[in-house]
């Protein structure tokens, strides 16, 4: 499906490279000019959030924030899955972008 808003997130790693699942798709759409954007960006540590711009995609940015990998509940799971959100709302309002598309963050293959 293909939304118009101003910007998307992305369900990303750490290390802010194309992966699989979602954050893949983002980047095939973006196309190789998201990776390059990425690359000084990172680490982006567990419920941080980074921005790029959109390149190939119909969003003008990007937000990138990494998930936690569910751990039993007692890691602080919960608290840094809200801080993806958080911080990806914050940096999107920093902007003053009006609409924004979430994936569902920590629901992959990493948990």
């Given amino acids: 499906m293909r939304l118009e808003v101003n910007v998307i997130v992305n369900a990303a790693n750490q290390a802010l490279v194309p992966g699989g699942g979602v954050c893949g798709a983002i980047h095939a759409a973006a196309g ?21 711009p959109g390149f190939g995609l119909r969003a003008r940015y990007v937000i990138h924030t990494v998930g936690p990998t569910w751990l039993g509940s007692n890691q602080g799971e919960a608290a840094l899955l809200a801080a993806c959100y958080r911080n990806a709302v914050l940096l999107a309002a ?18």
């Fill in 94 to 111: 920093e902007h003053h972008l009006q609409s924004i598309a979430f994936p569902a963050i920590s629901t992959g293959i990493f948990g």
């Fill in 32 to 52: 190789p000019e998201l990776a390059v954007a990425c690359k000084p960006l990172a680490p982006c540590l567990i419920g941080e959030a980074r921005i790029t």
